[in-house]
Nanobody, 127 residues
């Protein structure tokens, strides 16, 4: 599956952005999807994921209550609504898909679980 992320930009602290990730393919609804972030010199970090079978969502503690992940299977798209943004949220955000089957809950934060990645979109939060 091919993934195309968009929606990044420059925003002031306290502001909001909505990231989108459009996927190709006809079996998108089955895929577990995730968002990760990466800052220069660091490993890719888990942000959130959404299951294909029931759209249940999970979040890293750092974004709980501020970010909301959702999906629209009719549009083959997942979203990340980011509210109350902080300077430490500044990063390149990547969407990812696990097209190989359901993700074991204990592994969902591991980027190696996801076998398809978008190109990334830059989010910059100024103080």
């Amino acid at each position: 599956v091919q993934l195309q992320a968009s929606g990044g930009g420059l925003v002031q602290a306290g502001g909001s952005l909505r990231l989108s990730c459009a996927a190709s393919g006809s079996t998108f609804s089955k895929y577990d999807m995730a968002w990760f972030l990466q800052v220069p010199g660091k490993e890719r970090e888990y942000v959130a994921n959404i299951r294909g079978r029931d759209s249940r969502t999970y979040y890293d503690d750092s974004v709980k209550g501020r970010f909301t992940m959702s999906r629209d299977n009719a549009k083959n798209t997942v979203y990340l609504q980011m509210n109350n943004l902080k300077p430490e949220d500044t990063a390149v955000y990547y969407c990812a898909a696990n097209t190989r089957g359901s993700t074991i809950t204990s592994t969902m934060r591991n980027p190696t679980v996801y076998n398809s990645w978008g190109q990334g979109t830059q989010v910059t939060v100024s103080s």
